[in-house]
Nanobody, 127 residues
Framework: QVQLVESGGDSVQVGGSLRLSCATS????????????MGWFRQAPGKEREWVAT?????????TYADSVKGRFTISRDNPMRAVYLQMRNLQPEDSGLYYC???????????????WGQGTQVTVSS
């Protein structure tokens, strides 16, 4: 069984930085055939879950970002993509929320089609 565990969430002030990490474990066979990308979603209280970024091990699949984080967040992965990271800079209050790590098939934009989710790590940005 594939498990995803996030870490790195914290409380920071506006303009600060955080680096989130997500490690996967278990289900090596299942993971190899059901995952070619990893990414991040976030959810603020009272709002829908929002896609943040996706990275893939497919050469033809570009790394993609939501417009709201482009230029401030950087997603990266290890090889063979059993971990993913999200470097967040110039954080704003609207970046606050529970950040979820996900894994599955690229582009990982539709939460209804994603099978593997972490439990989330909290990011709080205050002014």
């Amino acid at each position: 069984q594939v498990q995803l565990v996030e870490s790195g969430g914290d409380s920071v002030q506006v303009g600060g930085s955080l680096r989130l990490s997500c490690a996967t474990s278990g289900g090596s066979y299942e993971y190899r055939y059901n995952v070619n990308s990893m990414g991040w979603f976030r959810q603020a209280p009272g709002k829908e879950r929002e896609w943040v970024a996706t990275v893939s091990n497919r050469p033809s699949a570009p790394t993609t970002y939501a417009d709201s984080v482009k230029g401030r967040f950087t997603i990266s992965r290890d090889n063979p993509m059993r971990a993913v990271y999200l470097q967040m800079r110039n954080l704003q209050p609207e970046d606050s929320g529970l950040y979820y790590c996900v894994a599955g098939y690229w582009p990982l934009r539709d939460p209804e089609t994603i099978d593997y989710w972490g439990q989330g790590t909290q990011v709080t940005v205050s002014s």
